[in-house]
């Protein structure tokens, strides 16, 4: 396969961007500006997603499979131990990855794969019939959402403002979403899937769910899986895909766990040099 597509601003400590399925790296162009201000920010099209081909002909492009390309991917790059921010399955990824390669800290947005079993039927259907839209009427939509009431109609299943969605990014968004040659492969390969935690895995988590995400409902926030400690937190306002609806907060969420992971890693250098002294 072909390396992955992607998008690279700003200096700092490298954080990884994972989109969702059907959407690309151009999902967090809110906030990358933001990021970028405090980050090597390097922005992912999946396989089969964005600008990136499929994984090769007989591979099933499920979560891990999906991971293991980006840790090849990361590799090319010489990156070692980056922040990880995954949106929808982007955060299932996420974890996935850090499951196979170093990682400093994984924020998941909305994650996917915190079911108790398959893929709940909800999410199956929204998702199909959100494709099937897209597909099929994708250009008088684009033409709607050059307005602020087809943005609303357009965009609410996933966007918890959509007024605030640009309608460059709306466009973006939904021809995504029409266009993605990876996208019924990869929904199919989550069907019979759910994350579920590796042995040892201690990187800090952060997980965010937006009060209006109308895709992942209860059945589908089992955090109770994700290894122990994992910090939950509350986007206000926000949709399954929040990165329009509140950027701040978004970009602020990211920010404070790139921090907080910064402070950790400073605290086990000092005790491994002090262990050091003292012996």
């Known amino acids: 396969m072909a390396g ?6 700003g200096t700092g400590p490298p954080l990884v961007l994972l989109h969702g399925i059907g959407c690309s790296h151009r999902v967090w162009s809110p906030v990358v500006a933001a990021l970028a201000e405090h980050f090597d920010v390097i922005a992912v099209d999946l396989p089969g997603f964005g600008d990136s081909p499929p994984l090769a002909a007989g591979v099933e492009p499920h979560p891990a499979a999906l991971a293991d390309a980006v840790a090849t991917f990361l590799d090319g790059l010489g990156i ?12 299932w990824i996420a974890l996935e990855l850090a499951d196979i390669r170093p990682t400093a800290s994984l924020v998941l947005i909305s994650p996917a794969g915190l079911w108790p079993g398959s893929t709940p039927l909800y999410n199956r259907l929204s998702l199909r019939g959100t494709r099937w839209l897209a597909r099929t009427w994708v250009k008088p939509l684009s033409r709607l959402v050059n307005h602020r009431f087809g943005r609303a109609l357009v965009l609410r299943q996933i966007v918890g403002r959509p007024s605030q969605t640009s309608p460059d990014l709306a466009n973006a968004m939904l021809w995504d979403m029409a266009t993605s040659p990876g996208f019924d492969a990869t929904l199919d390969a989550t069907r019979d899937r759910r994350y579920l935690a590796g042995p040892g895995l201690e990187v800090p988590i952060t997980v965010a769910f937006g009060t209006r995400d109308l895709l992942l409902r209860r059945r589908s926030r089992h955090v109770e899986q994700l290894p ?14 929040p990165m329009s609806d509140d950027p701040l907060a978004v970009a602020a ?16 250098e000092a005790c491994s040099i002090a262990g050091g002294v003292a012996s």
């Open 4 to 9: 992955l597509a992607f998008h690279r601003t």
């Open 80 to 91: 070692v131990a980056p922040i990880v921010a995954g949106n929808s399955l982007g955060g």
């Open 228 to 241: 122990p400690g994992a910090r939950l937190e509350t986007l206000a306002g926000c949709g399954h895909v």
């Open 253 to 268: 969420l990211m920010t404070a766990a790139g921090r907080r992971a910064s402070s950790q890693r400073r605290r086990r």
